[in-house]
C-alpha cells in the first residue's frame, strides 16, 4: 500500500469521528442491495466454545511456508501459490485460480495468480476475508514482508483450520465464507493507478464484468499484520457498525481474560482497547487491494496497522519481528467475528 496516504490517514487521525461504542444486539447496516442486517452478539454458549479453540502449531507451520521471497513469477511464488491452494483444498475447500498476464515496470510480462477460495461454491453470498501473497521486489535485498503479508495469508489458512468444525454448516448455507489471495499487490517501480494492486484490480473488473461482485456482502483485508501490539481503525461510516462488532468482541475476550498478555506487568490496557479503536477516519483511507472493491460500492473493512510496522519495506520485515501472542490475539478476535457475522446473518435470511 501507499506510505503517502498513510501519512495523510495519520494526519486526519486529529480529526476523527469517535463513534459511541453501542450495545450489542439491535445494531443494522444496510448493505449491498439495500439488504438490512442485523448483528446479533454471540451466544455466551457459543462465545464459550469458539473462544478456547487455537491452532498454534499450525500457525507457526503455515508462516513458515509462506515466509520466503515470492515475487511474481519467481520459484517462491509458485511454491507459496500451491501451497495455499493445496492447504485449503486439503479442508474440502473449492480453490479457483484466476491467471492472466500483464506487462510491469523493471520485469515486465509477469503472469499472476490470484487465489479464490469458497466453503460453498454454490453460496449466494459471502463474507469474504482477504490479504495478499505475494512480495515485494527489491534489486538490493531479499525481502521476505512477514507483516507484508506472509503473517496475514498465514492467519486466513489457520482460521480455516481452526474453525474447520464450527464452518461445517456453512458448507451449504446461502450465506458462506471466501477467501481471497491477491497477486501482485505491490509495485514494482513506484506505487500508482498503473503499478500496483494488479491482482484486486483484474479480479474486481472481472467480477463486475459478470455479476459477481453483487454477492459479496463485504469485503474485510487483512495487512501488515503480524508485529507487536497493531492498532486497527475504521475507514469507512458504512461498516462501522461492523467494525464495532471487533471492537466489542476485544473487549468481551478480554474480560473473559481469553487474550495472551493482554495486560502484563501490572499495566492496565490502552484506554479503550488494545488494538481495535474506536475511531472512524474520515475522508482518508489507505491505498491497498480494497480499492477496486470500494469503488464498485463493496462494503470494506481495512485492517491494516496503523501507524505501519517500523520495519515496512526493510529486510527487517522477517521471522524475528513477528510477535504470535499479539498475531493469535488478533486471530482470535477475527475468528468469533467471522462466527458471529455468519451466525447472525443465519437469521436474516
Ligand atoms: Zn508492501
Known amino acids: 500500500m501507499s506510505l503517502l496516504k498513510a501519512y495523510f490517514a495519520l494526519l486526519f487521525l486529529l480529526c476523527v469521528n469517535v463513534f459511541a461504542k453501542k450495545d450489542v444486539n439491535g445494531d443494522f447496516y444496510v448493505g449491498r442491495n439495500q439488504m438490512i442486517y442485523r448483528t446479533e452478539e454471540l451466544s455466551q454458549e457459543k462465545f464459550l466454545a469458539y473462544s478456547p479453540l487455537s491452532n498454534g502449531t499450525h500457525l507457526r507451520e503455515a508462516v513458515k511456508n509462506i515466509l520466503v521471497p515470492r515475487v511474481v513469477g519467481s520459484a517462491g511464488h509458485t511454491m507459496v501459490r500451491d ?22 515496470p523493471i520485469l515486465g510480462k509477469l503472469h499472476f495468480h490470484n487465489i479464490i ?80 494492486i494488479y491482482g484486486a484490480r483484474h479480479l474486481a473488473k472481472r467480477w463486475e464484468d459478470d455479476g459477481t461482485i453483487n454477492r459479496l456482502d463485504m469485503l474485510v483485508l487483512l495487512d501488515l499484520i503480524g508485529a507487536a501490539d497493531p492498532t486497527f481503525y475504521n475507514f469507512f461510516p458504512n461498516t462501522e457498525a461492523w467494525y464495532s462488532r471487533l471492537i466489542s468482541l476485544e473487549e468481551r475476550l478480554s474480560n473473559a481474560d481469553m487474550l495472551d498478555h493482554y495486560i502484563s506487568n501490572g ?83
Open 267 to 349: 499495566i492496565s490496557r490502552q484506554y479503550p482497547n488494545r488494538y481495535f479503536q474506536p475511531n472512524t477516519m474520515r475522508s482518508s483511507f489507505v491505498e491497498d487491494d480494497h480499492i477496486p472493491f470500494l469503488k464498485r460500492n463493496v462494503p470494506i473493512l481495512h485492517l491494516i496497522t496503523l501507524p505501519f510496522p517500523s520495519v515496512w519495506h526493510t529486510k527487517d520485515d522477517n521471522e524475528s519481528i513477528i510477535d504470535y501472542l499479539a498475531t493469535e490475539n488478533i486471530a482470535r478476535i477475527l475468528r468469533l467475528f467471522i462466527m458471529e457475522y455468519l451466525l447472525s446473518s443465519q437469521h436474516n435470511e
Open 117 to 196: 477460495a469458497r466453503l460453498n461454491p454454490d453460496a449466494e453470498r459471502y463474507l469474504v476475508l482477504a490479504c495478499h501473497y505475494d512480495s515485494k521486489y527489491f534489486e538490493e535485498f531479499e525481502f521476505l514482508g512477514a507483516t507484508d503479508s506472509a503473517v496475514p495469508c498465514a492467519m486466513l489458512l489457520n482460521m480455516a483450520h481452526v474453525l474447520q468444525e464450527a464452518l461445517e454448516p456453512f458448507r451449504n448455507s446461502k450465506l458462506s465464507l471466501m477467501f481471497i489471495f491477491f497477486d501482485g499487490e505491490e509495485a514494482f517501480k513506484e506505487w500508482g493507478p498503473n503499478d500496483s
Open 83 to 104: 501451497y495455499i491452494a493445496s492447504d485449503l483444498r486439503d479442508l474440502n475447500w473449492n480453490v479457483e485460480i484466476d491467471k492472466f498476464h500483464e506487462t510491469v
